[in-house]
């Protein structure tokens, strides 16, 4: 296992790390029809970084 100790290494590599462990990945598809029958299909993910 890495360990990264914040303090160690510039800003700007922390936040590649950081965006490279939680970038939104596609988890589902949602799929919906509008008034017309006309199809929709997007992929949908959702995350939050604290």
Avoid: C, W
């Avoid at 290494?9 to 990945?25: C, F, M, N």
């Avoid at 509008?34 to 199809?39: C, K």
Wanted: charged fraction near 10%; aromatic fraction near 12%; glycine fraction near 6%.
């Amino acid at each position: 296992m890495v360990s990264i100790n914040p303090n160690d290494i510039s800003p700007a590599k922390l936040q590649g790390y950081l965006q490279g462990a939680v970038a939104p990945r596609p988890i589902a598809f949602a799929s919906t029809l509008d008034e017309n029958g006309n199809p929709n299909l997007s992929p949908f993910s959702f995350f939050n970084v604290f």
